[in-house]
């Protein structure tokens, strides 16, 4: 399955911004609802993603060329996992795990939007390189 790239880099603003106020604020009910986002993303069905394609996608000219949706499907994964471990940290009281793991989510999320760079999308590629018997 292919993906219009700008896509994800919307989702990656508005995680941006979600994960900001977080940090900010320390609503931790904000918090969870994003991890359900990422679960969403997680399994190729992302919130925000279908936002851009109802409301944005077609104000915009088509896009250059489509991406491979396994990567940000599995950088939606590394988001949700980063988001789990964040609500952990809250729940049981380490505040700093709570927060480390926001601001780490955040900077992915701000390196995407912001660069077009998605970390978890070169961590997916990198692991399917190194995969016993493949040929890159």
């Known amino acids: ?3 219009d790239p700008r896509g994800p ?3 990656a603003a508005v995680t941006t911004l979600v994960l900001a106020i977080v940090l900010v ?3 931790v009910w904000l918090l969870a609802l994003q991890a359900i986002v990422f679960a969403f993303g997680a399994y ?3 919130p925000y993603g279908l936002v851009f394609k109802k409301f944005l996608k077609p104000r915009l000219g088509p896009p250059k060329e489509l991406e491979d949706a396994r990567p940000p499907r599995f950088a939606q994964g590394v988001g949700m996992a980063f988001a789990i471990v964040a609500l952990i940290g809250f729940a049981t009281g380490i505040v700093p795990l709570a927060l480390g793991a926001t601001a780490a989510a955040l900077l992915a999320a701000f390196l995407n939007a912001a660069f077009g760079v998605c970390l978890g999308c070169d ?3 990198l692991i399917r390189r190194l ?3 493949r040929i890159s």
């Open 1 to 3: 399955m292919q993906v």
């Open 9 to 11: 880099r919307f989702g």
């Open 25 to 27: 604020t320390g609503a």
């Open 44 to 46: 190729g069905h992302p």
């Open 123 to 125: 961590m997916y590629l």
């Open 131 to 133: 995969q016993p018997g």
